[in-house]
C-alpha cells in the first residue's frame, strides 16, 4: 500500500517563505511524475506545478518565478519551495504522484494523492 504523507505547511507572513514535502512510503512501486495542486476555499484544485522522473518541470504562471519544484528520488521525495507568498496562495496544497507496481512492465499508472496541508498567507 502506498501512501503520500506532506509536511511543511502552516502560517506565514506576506512576504515570507515556506517549503512543503512529500514522501511516498511502502514499497515495491515506481513513481513517474510528481506533483502540487492547491484548493483554496470555494475555487477548484488547480496545478501548481510538476516535475517529471527526469526532472523537467512545469509551473502556474501565478507561481512562476516564486515556487520551485524539485525532487529527491532515492527518498521517493518532492519538495515544493515557495518563495514572496501572497495572501492569494492561502490554500491546501496537495502532493500528487503516478504510481505502479514495479513488479511487472505491464501494470497501470494510478493517480495518488497526499492528505493535504494547509498553507496561510496573512496580509
Known amino acids: 500500500q502506498v501512501q503520500l504523507v506532506e509536511s511543511g505547511g502552516g502560517l506565514v507572513q506576506a512576504g515570507g517563505s515556506l517549503r512543503l514535502s512529500c514522501a511516498a512510503s511502502g514499497s515495491g512501486f515506481s513513481i513517474n511524475a510528481m506533483g502540487w495542486y492547491r484548493q483554496a476555499p470555494g475555487k477548484q484544485r488547480e496545478l501548481v506545478a510538476t516535475i517529471t522522473s527526469g526532472g523537467s518541470t512545469n509551473y502556474a504562471d501565478s507561481v512562476k518565478g516564486r515556487f520551485t519544484i524539485s525532487r529527491d528520488n532515492a527518498k521517493n521525495t518532492v519538495y515544493l519551495r515557495m518563495n514572496s507568498l501572497n495572501p492569494e496562495d492561502t490554500a491546501v496544497y496537495y502532493c500528487?504522484?503516478?504510481?505502479?507496481?514495479?513488479?511487472?512492465?505491464?501494470?497501470?499508472?494510478?493517480?495518488?494523492w497526499g492528505q493535504g496541508t494547509q498553507v496561510t498567507v496573512s496580509s
Open positions: 500528487n504522484a503516478e504510481i505502479k507496481n514495479s513488479g511487472s512492465y505491464f501494470s497501470p499508472w494510478y493517480n495518488y
